[in-house]
């Protein structure tokens, strides 16, 4: 890795997930992880994907269900209006299979762009963009899920995740 760390941005990734005791998997002949991940009985998957060459660690958490046909435009409302107010990440929504996820991501350096960052700034960047991606899951799925069994409105959704902006 171009800077001042002397391990892979891969390396430096697997450390963070591996000090923050997530049970996690390598996915093969990638440079991602995946996380089964659980909060208050519901679980996701999370994806960490490092992309080496341009310095990039992306985390997606992966919505537990597909949102039926019937639902896009309320949770696009709902992600969109979160997308508004959030500081950093985003919510994404293929409308071809209503797969939901929500991404974060950091750049740490790169050939183009070297870092003066040491390894240990580099892991607190990784973790943050882990961390602040299960944040948003955590608040914002249980909504998602409640928009689309018809308990809540997305004006009331929105207000149920007022935490993240």
């Known amino acids: ?19 923050s005791q997530f049970e996690y998997e390598r996915i093969s002949d990638t440079d991602a992880y995946s996380i089964d991940y659980s909060f208050d009985d519901v679980s996701w998957m999370i994806f ?9 660690v992306i985390a ?6 597909s949102i039926e046909q019937e639902y896009h435009s309320q949770v696009m409302e709902f ?10 990440g985003g919510f994404e929504m ?7 996820r929500f991404k974060t991501s950091a750049f740490v350096g790169s050939e ?11 892991k607190a960047l990784i973790q943050h963009t882990v961390f602040s991606n299960i944040f948003v899951a955590t608040i914002s799925f249980p909504s998602v899920a409640k928009i ?4 809540i409105s997305v004006d009331e ?3 149920a995740s007022s935490d993240l902006g």
């Open 1 to 19: 890795m171009p800077g001042t760390s002397s391990k892979t941005l891969l390396n430096l990734t697997e450390e963070v997930l591996k000090d």
């Open 48 to 56: 960490v994907q490092v992309v080496e060459n341009l310095g990039l």
């Open 60 to 65: 997606y958490s992966s919505c537990p269900f």
């Open 79 to 88: 992600s969109s209006r979160l997308n508004y107010v959030l500081f950093e």
């Open 94 to 100: 293929d409308t071809a299979d209503g797969d939901l």
């Open 112 to 122: 183009a762009s070297p870092t003066t960052l040491s390894e240990e700034d580099i």
């Open 148 to 151: 689309v069994r018809g308990i």
């Open 157 to 159: 959704a929105v207000v």
